[in-house]
């Protein structure tokens, strides 16, 4: 089926109910918003956290911001860690190395440098446009593969597979090996994305194997490469470090897995929710069909509306902190809900409506600040390269299912599946 028709509306699941009353409801509210009875439609959770402040302290005594004024000034707080062994009770840390978005200042800000000087500007500029001839040549084949079907997932036939390929080929993954990391990031998916009725610890179990035998493939596949360069992420971590030196073998694991693992995961959402958003906005679908030029805006539009990477859980508090009158003692945890400060009307004019032509468009999709998305650029071209795609090839895509089956996770939030009929494949 396809959504409702009316210019600039969302279908029937995303209309805002009333706002409880009840004096508890504040302190519950990060509860709900993880529930995923909830995991279509948070957005009225949302308006709740906004209407009693913006600030909320939750009953396990953590706190939720959800006002764009102060999630972005929370960003660009030097007071605010990302450090999670910062807290009161400090997180278990598994054997892993940490990576830099894990980090505070000065080491995150030493490691990310080493990341971004072969990634992109100012050393590396021309990185990211490089590759958009292999990103398209990826879509095309992608969508030729769908010829002959009438319906598809657009999450495992498109979304899944196009992201996770262009990381491989950005690393310098062997062709042949890409396989292997399709199977890895399924295993991690399933971390974040567990089937009911799971046993928890046999989930972290298989992941952190699955983690543990990437980083150690990636940390080999790079140390093959020292002393003979060749034009990829891996070979230049280890040949061309930079004035303050490179990783360590563990930084450099850590490294390649985060942005295998977050390059693939907020691309795959960004993808799946432009492509539902567009169907359940026909007027902005046939813009994008009429004017390919007008995709950049869509793009934006869609991290502020259905931004894949709702919240941020994993900051704290290094000293007393107050936001909007509310003190949020030192260690205690803080909770930045990025898609909520999307939707605030005291920054966006009538923010609930989907409007690719919106300017002044500075969303809170990539985060903001000294953590904000390193890979921001590789998304936003990998989304509006596939989307175009989309748009002009798929004959007829209609909705089976509105609202689609959500992934469980309430911090990378989209579809696990999105089923849709198709007339055809275009050329």
């Given at each position: 089926m396809t959504a409702a028709d009316t210019p600039g509306t969302s279908p029937g699941p995303a209309e805002?109910?009333?706002?409880?009353?009840?004096?508890?409801?504040?302190?519950?509210?990060?509860?709900?918003?993880?529930?995923?009875?909830?995991?279509?439609?948070?957005?009225?959770?949302?308006?709740?956290?906004?209407?009693?402040?913006?600030?909320?302290?939750?009953?396990?005594?953590g706190y939720l911001v959800g006002t764009y004024h102060e999630i972005a000034a929370l960003l660009h707080d030097p007071r605010i860690s990302s450090d999670r062994r910062n807290r009161t009770v400090p997180d278990e840390v598994q054997g892993v190395p940490i990576a830099f978005i894990g980090?505070?200042?000065?080491?995150?800000?030493?490691?990310?440098?080493?990341?971004?000087?072969?990634?992109?500007?100012?050393?590396?500029?021309?990185?990211?446009?490089?590759?958009r001839e292999e990103i398209t040549t990826i879509a095309g084949e992608l969508i030729d593969g769908l010829r002959g079907r009438d319906r598809i997932d657009l999450v495992e036939d498109f979304a899944y597979p196009l992201p996770v390929t262009v990381i491989c080929?950005?690393?310098?993954?062997?062709?042949?090996?890409?396989?292997?990391?399709?199977?890895?990031?399924?295993?991690?998916?399933?971390g974040f994305d567990p089937t009911p009725g799971a046993d928890p610890a046999e989930r972290q179990r298989v992941a952190l194997q699955a983690?543990?035998?990437?980083?150690?493939?990636?940390?080999?596949?790079?140390?093959?490469?020292?002393?003979?360069?060749?034009?990829d992420l891996l070979s230049a971590f280890v040949n061309d470090p930079g004035p303050d030196g490179g990783f360590t073998r563990p930084e450099l694991m850590a490294t390649a897995v985060l942005l295998l693992i977050a390059g693939h995961e907020t691309t795959v959402n960004l993808i799946t929710n432009s492509v539902l958003t567009l169907l359940r906005h026909p007027e902005a679908l046939r813009l994008v069909r009429e004017r390919p030029g007008s995709m950049p805006g869509v793009v934006e539009e869609v991290l502020r509306y259905e931004p894949p990477v709702q919240l941020l859980p994993q900051?704290?508090?290094?000293?007393?902190?107050?936001?909007?009158?509310?003190?949020?003692?030192?260690?205690?945890?803080?909770?930045?809900?990025?898609?909520?400060?999307?939707?605030?009307?005291l920054r966006f004019r009538d923010p609930d409506r989907f409007d690719p032509a919106r300017r002044d468009n500075q969303h809170l999709g990539f985060g903001g600040g000294v953590?904000?998305?390193?890979?921001?650029p590789l998304a936003r071209v990998e989304?509006?390269?596939?989307?175009?795609?989309?748009?002009?090839?798929?004959?007829?895509?209609?909705?089976?299912?509105?609202?689609?089956?959500?992934?469980?996770?309430?911090?990378?939030?989209?579809?696990?599946?999105?089923?849709?009929?198709?007339?055809?494949?275009?050329?």
């Open positions: 805002t109910p009333d706002i409880p009353e009840t004096p508890e409801a504040p302190g519950t509210l990060f509860r709900r918003i993880t529930d995923y009875a909830n995991r279509a439609d948070p957005y009225p959770l949302y308006a709740e956290l906004r209407a009693h402040g913006g600030v909320a302290r939750q009953d396990d005594g980090r505070d200042d000065p080491e995150h800000e030493r490691l990310r440098d080493i990341a971004m000087r072969p990634f992109g500007p100012p050393h590396t500029p021309g990185r990211i446009d490089a590759m080929r950005l690393l310098g993954v062997p062709r042949e090996d890409e396989p292997r990391f399709h199977a890895w990031t399924q295993t991690l998916i399933e983690r543990t035998e990437m980083g150690l493939y990636l940390g080999e596949l790079a140390e093959d490469r020292r002393g003979k360069p060749s034009d900051r704290t508090a290094l000293t007393d902190v107050e936001v909007a009158g509310v003190t949020v003692p030192k260690g205690a945890p803080l909770v930045l809900v990025l898609a909520s400060g999307n939707r605030d009307p953590h904000s998305c390193f890979g921001a989304g509006q390269i596939a989307l175009t795609a989309l748009a002009r090839r798929l004959d007829g895509p209609r909705l089976l299912q509105d609202p689609p089956v959500y992934r469980r996770s309430p911090i990378l939030r989209g579809p696990r599946h999105l089923p849709l009929a198709i007339s055809g494949i275009t050329d």
